[in-house]
């Protein structure tokens, strides 16, 4: 997109400001459109441009601090408001109005590079944890909307799919699975999860004989954040001291802490055998908010001597689901339904909407326990980083915490001074163009098909994609392997 940024925090907000995404909308027609408002001191005119596929629909996403603001629309040179939002008249005539607020119990959309550090733990989630309805479709977008009987058609057909489809056909011809015994070091484990270019390992308790749960990416995370706490840099001492099963006594008594918060932890390993059907599984998977499922086998009634064959994800549900549709894609009407006409995925919300979960996104001199912050306090498992005018550069994950292994940058580094930009030059490549493959960013458009995006995530390696609008990638949206299968199970 041409012109101004559209970053309220550079024009006027400063480092400490707090902004959230919103996407402004005119859908009535014209050959140029703009937008001006008291968050550009009414003198800036901010370009906006027609969405694909939607010619007389003219958008724009700004980010803005919390709070009232006054807008306005310049539609071929001419002053306009649109008369289906709030208004007053004020010194510009009449004005459009928005308050944008934030949750109490959720730490922001967009966190600034001075963002400190707070308590609270949580969970392992490997996706986002709420699914924010889609309602971003105005009378006068004129998108295709899919029947209900043609959705109903298409979850019945995949939910049969699944039920008649057992976990050891994920099982591949050859390979290793790594499970960790608990009493290594937490140090050891780091390393271990890094080297190995895993997220995620299964826990072995010698004593009891059998697995007893999973360390991951984020279980480094919250003791990254615990250690960090105490004021000075990390050492190696301080991680060799803990075993994997002193963390995990201690994350208990921490996660304690927030029951009276509404969040109850569960400390039984969630596994399934290799004759459960895949849609059981995908709903383990789901229901608990793992990213994986670890697939025993036990030669004996009593569970004795367990055999650890394969860890179930969805990305390899969803690789099995779109094989099998892929030379009949017509018998699931869904799939050619374009993305943003499904209730499915996070989206930057429309003025007007509810923002009841922002979408999270960092810019690349954020402090790396900003980073953090968000993993753990807003439930969320990826971060685009954006520039200035909110376009997409990359995304940094919760499993790119591991990269800090490397030559134990871990025992050398500050949270607060580290900047995901830095963290990202760690061991990732950077993404490269729109639709790429590789391992960094994956994007789509709002007005790909649900078979398009289904396909992009079934690749190995890809647990969300990121939707761009077009020539700008301006961060629209953001949909994980999650929010498809809450979206075909519901």
């Not at 056909?169 to 015994?181: C, H, M, N, R, T």
């Not at 927030?258 to 039984?268: A, D, L, Q, Y």
């Not at 383990?284 to 994986?292: P, W």
């Not at 980073?371 to 753990?376: D, E, G, K, S, Y």
Request: hydrophobic fraction near 35%; proline fraction near 6%; aromatic fraction near 8%.
């Amino acid at each position: 997109m041409s012109g101004s940024g559209m970053d309220f925090g550079r024009e006027s907000g400063g480092a400490g400001t707090i902004l959230t995404p919103a996407r402004f909308v005119w859908p009535y027609g014209g050959r140029s459109v703009y937008l001006s408002g008291s968050f550009t001191g009414w003198s800036e005119h901010w370009p906006m441009t027609p969405v694909e596929g939607c010619p007389t629909v003219f958008q724009t996403i700004c980010s803005l601090p919390p709070g009232y603001h006054q807008y306005k629309f310049i539609v071929d040179g001419e002053w306009r408001h649109d008369e289906h939002q709030p208004f007053v008249t004020g010194n510009y005539g009449i004005v459009n109005t928005v308050l944008l607020t934030r949750e109490p119990d959720y730490n922001s959309a967009v966190l600034s590079p001075q963002m400190t550090s707070g308590s609270s733990m949580d969970v392992d989630n490997e996706t986002f944890q709420r699914v924010v309805r889609v309602s971003d479709s105005t009378p006068h977008e004129s998108l295709p909307m899919i029947s209900e009987v043609d959705l109903e058609v298409s979850r019945h057909r995949i939910s049969v799919f699944l039920s008649t489809h057992m976990a050891y056909e994920l099982l591949p011809e050859s390979g290793k699975v790594i499970a960790l015994d608990v009493d290594l070091p937490v140090k050891q484990a780091f390393h271990i999860l890094y080297e190995q270019g895993i997220s995620t390992a299964p826990l072995w308790d010698f004593s009891k004989g059998q697995f007893v749960g999973v360390i991951s990416a984020l279980d480094f995370i919250l003791i990254l954040r615990e250690l960090g706490n105490h004021g000075s840099n990390l050492t190696e001492e301080e991680l060799q001291k803990h075993t994997i099963s002193a963390w995990k006594e201690t994350k208990l008594y921490l996660n304690k802490q927030t029951i009276e918060h509404g969040k109850r932890f569960s400390k039984r390993l969630v596994q399934a055998g290799p004759d459960e059907n895949l849609k059981d599984v995908t709903l383990k998977i789901l229901q608990n908010r793992v990213a994986t499922v670890p697939v025993i086998h036990s030669f004996s009634d009593d569970g004795s001597y367990p055999q650890l064959l394969y860890l179930a994800s969805l990305s390899d549900t969803l690789k099995l689901v779109c094989r099998y549709f892929r030379h009949s894609a017509s018998s699931l009407p869904i799939l050619q339904s374009p993305v943003c006409s499904l209730p499915l995925g996070t989206w930057v919300p429309k003025i007007g909407e509810s923002n009841r979960q922002p979408l999270a996104i960092l810019r690349p001199n954020a402090s790396l326990s900003a980073a953090l912050n968000l993993f753990v306090q807003a439930e969320v498992s990826s971060i685009p980083i954006v520039d200035d005018n909110d376009s997409l550069l990359d995304v940094y994950s919760r499993s790119d915490i591991t990269a800090l292994a490397k030559d134990k940058i871990y025992t050398h580094i500050n949270l607060e001074e580290m900047t995901i930009h830095q963290a990202l030059q760690l061991g990732q490549e950077p993404y490269s163009s729109y639709g790429t493959t590789g391992q960094r960013c994956h994007m789509c458009l709002r007005s790909d098909s649900l078979h398009k995006v289904m396909e992009r995530l079934a690749k190995p390696g890809v647990r969300r994609v990121v939707i761009v609008e077009a020539g700008s990638k301006r961060v629209e949206g953001i949909i994980s392997l999650g929010d498809i299968f809450r979206f075909l199970l519901s």
